[in-house]
């Protein structure tokens, strides 16, 4: 028994032994381990080389900044300009047509049937229809003037929604309202007003009346000048309601002007005649879409296309001043990277260092391009009285391009200097 104890005594049991042991390998394990840097250590790393040779990152940056700036004046101006050129071509009508009736049938003079209006209304891309109609009228300052002294004036009933759709402007007084063409007042186009007389309208002033046919109405507005509807210059505009009740007019419209989706405005045209007249499509003559419209979308091609292969060209010179930059960073380096490789940072380290650098390099370059590129274009833009149009597409793909510039950039000089041994890079520093 006390040969068992002592032999207890001279051999412990090993408790909690295997937990020890399992501590001192992971205690091994660690000091070998590399040091994970996290997303902030990384860039406060990436950023030493801009800090420390600060003339030359901003030399470099300065050629980004000019590409993307190049590539933001070059897509933005163009794109004002052609906003402002889209708003002169609009006027003159791209989005809008004409019918006419063309043709009489015996006796009866040309007209679309009294349910046309709302036919038209009824094509999908058509936006707005508005409806004159001959009332084959005379109009007279007064009644001791002779009928041969206003000739080339045409009385026209005229839908209250007529201005919207023909782009045109008071110049005095009002339009027709639902109320007001229910009455007997009118309004005078450019050319008819000074015809007649009629000077511009004040307010509180009497109306100026004219004689139509053998019935007095009173003048309550005067239009400007119509680009798309010249004809209208030289007419007096009578109530939809009140040319029927005083002058006998028909309802049935003899002329129509609509608004409807640009990009379709080809198969309106098409569909136009026989849904204003089904019975007689011949007899109504629609005017093409302009010229303009051919222009205008030439223009937009045109523009794509040269906005593509200038930003290309902008990208490309930018990153190879970022890649030469970074080439000549981790040669004047060689003497940091071998001290960080023997002090234990793996070439994985070192590859993010100076790609975090390359990159951080041309987001900073990327950014200021933008915001000189943007001043640019607003100052141009405003100093030609364009509308300042500012594309989107074109600042997001200048800071993403920038980035994905850095990263093609940096990728060869990050693993040529992940690949200095720490021996061979203090040797030859």
Same mark, same amino acid.
């Given at each position: 028994?006390?040969?068992?104890?002592?032999?207890?005594? %001279?051999?412990? &049991?090993?408790?909690?032994? &295997?937990?020890?042991?399992?501590?001192?390998?992971?205690? %091994?394990?660690?000091?070998?381990?590399?040091?994970?840097?996290?997303?902030?250590?990384?860039?406060?790393?990436?950023?030493?080389?801009?800090?420390?040779?600060?003339?030359?990152?901003?030399?470099?940056?300065?050629?980004?900044?000019?590409?993307?700036?190049?590539?933001?004046?070059?897509?933005?101006?163009?794109?004002?300009?052609?906003?402002?050129?889209?708003?002169?071509?609009?006027?003159?009508?791209?989005?809008?047509?004409?019918?006419?009736?063309?043709?009489?049938?015996?006796?009866?003079?040309?007209?679309?049937?009294?349910?046309?209006? $709302?036919?038209?209304?009824?094509? +999908?891309?058509?936006?707005?229809?508005?409806?004159?109609?001959?009332?084959?009228?005379?109009?007279?300052?007064?009644?001791?003037?002779?009928?041969?002294?206003?000739? +080339?004036? $045409?009385?026209?009933?005229?839908?209250?929604?007529?201005?919207?759709?023909?782009?045109?402007?008071?110049?005095?007084?009002? @339009?027709?309202?639902?109320?007001?063409?229910?009455?007997?007042?009118?309004?005078?186009?450019?050319?008819? %007003?000074?015809?007649?007389?009629?000077?511009?309208?004040?307010?509180?002033?009497?109306?100026?009346? !004219?004689?139509?046919?053998?019935?007095?109405?009173?003048?309550?507005?005067?239009?400007?000048?119509?680009?798309?509807?010249?004809?209208?210059?030289?007419?007096?505009?009578?109530?939809?309601?009140?040319?029927?009740?005083?002058?006998?007019?028909?309802?049935?419209? $003899?002329?129509?002007?609509?608004?409807?989706?640009?990009?379709?405005?080809?198969?309106?045209?098409? !569909?136009?005649?026989?849904?204003?007249?089904?019975?007689?499509?011949?007899?109504?003559?629609?005017?093409?879409?302009?010229?303009?419209?051919?222009?205008?979308?030439?223009?937009?091609?045109?523009?794509?296309?040269?906005?593509? +292969?200038?930003?290309?060209?902008?990208?490309? #010179?930018?990153?190879?001043? !970022?890649?030469?930059?970074?080439?000549?960073?981790?040669?004047?380096?060689?003497?940091?990277?071998?001290?960080?490789?023997?002090?234990?940072?793996?070439?994985?380290?070192?590859?993010?260092?100076?790609?975090?650098?390359?990159?951080?390099?041309?987001?900073?370059?990327?950014?200021?391009?933008?915001?000189?590129?943007?001043?640019?274009?607003?100052? @141009?833009? #405003?100093?030609?009285?364009?509308?300042? !149009?500012?594309?989107?597409?074109?600042?997001?793909?200048?800071?993403?391009?920038?980035?994905?510039?850095?990263?093609?950039?940096?990728? @060869?000089?990050? #693993?040529?200097?992940?690949?200095?041994?720490?021996?061979?890079?203090?040797?030859?520093?």
């Amino acid at each position: 028994m006390k040969w068992l104890s002592l032999r207890r005594f %001279a051999h412990p &049991r090993p408790t909690g032994s &295997r937990r020890h042991r399992s501590r001192r390998r992971d205690a %091994a394990r660690s000091l070998h381990r590399p040091v994970r840097l996290s997303p902030v250590d990384l860039l406060r790393l990436g950023l030493v080389g801009i800090r420390t040779r600060r003339m030359r990152a901003a030399l470099s940056a300065l050629g980004i900044s000019i590409g993307i700036a190049t590539m933001i004046v070059v897509t933005g101006i163009p794109a004002s300009s052609q906003k402002a050129l889209n708003a002169e071509l609009t006027a003159l009508g791209t989005d809008r047509l004409q019918a006419v009736a063309d043709r009489t049938r015996g006796d009866e003079p040309a007209s679309f049937p009294p349910e046309s209006v $709302t036919m038209v209304e009824r094509i +999908g891309p058509v936006k707005a229809v508005a409806a004159v109609a001959n009332t084959h009228a005379e109009v007279r300052r007064s009644d001791r003037q002779g009928r041969l002294e206003t000739a +080339g004036i $045409t009385v026209l009933a005229a839908q209250s929604n007529l201005l919207e759709v023909i782009n045109a402007e008071i110049r005095s007084g009002s @339009y027709l309202s639902t109320a007001t063409g229910r009455f007997p007042t009118v309004v005078l186009g450019s050319v008819a %007003a000074a015809r007649l007389g009629s000077p511009d309208l004040r307010p509180g002033d009497p109306p100026p009346l !004219v004689l139509i046919n053998d019935r007095w109405f009173g003048v309550i507005g005067i239009l400007r000048s119509v680009p798309l509807a010249p004809e209208i210059d030289r007419s007096v505009l009578v109530g939809w309601e009140a040319a029927h009740d005083q002058l006998g007019f028909d309802l049935r419209p $003899t002329q129509m002007f609509l608004r409807a989706d640009e990009a379709a405005i080809e198969d309106v045209h098409a !569909v136009l005649p026989a849904t204003i007249s089904p019975q007689s499509p011949s007899e109504v003559q629609v005017t093409r879409p302009s010229d303009a419209l051919a222009a205008k979308r030439s223009t937009e091609a045109t523009f794509s296309g040269l906005f593509l +292969g200038l930003a290309g060209v902008a990208l490309l #010179v930018g990153g190879i001043g !970022v890649a030469n930059t970074m080439v000549i960073s981790v040669l004047e380096r060689r003497r940091e990277i071998g001290l960080r490789r023997a002090l234990g940072a793996n070439r994985r380290q070192i590859r993010g260092q100076f790609l975090t650098e390359s990159i951080a390099l041309s987001g900073l370059g990327g950014f200021t391009g933008v915001v000189l590129g943007v001043l640019g274009t607003v100052g @141009y833009a #405003v100093a030609k009285g364009w509308p300042p !149009v500012i594309p989107l597409p074109a600042v997001t793909s200048g800071l993403c391009g920038a980035v994905l510039v850095g990263v093609v950039a940096g990728v @060869y000089p990050a #693993v040529r200097a992940s690949r200095l041994s720490p021996t061979a890079a203090l040797a030859s520093a």
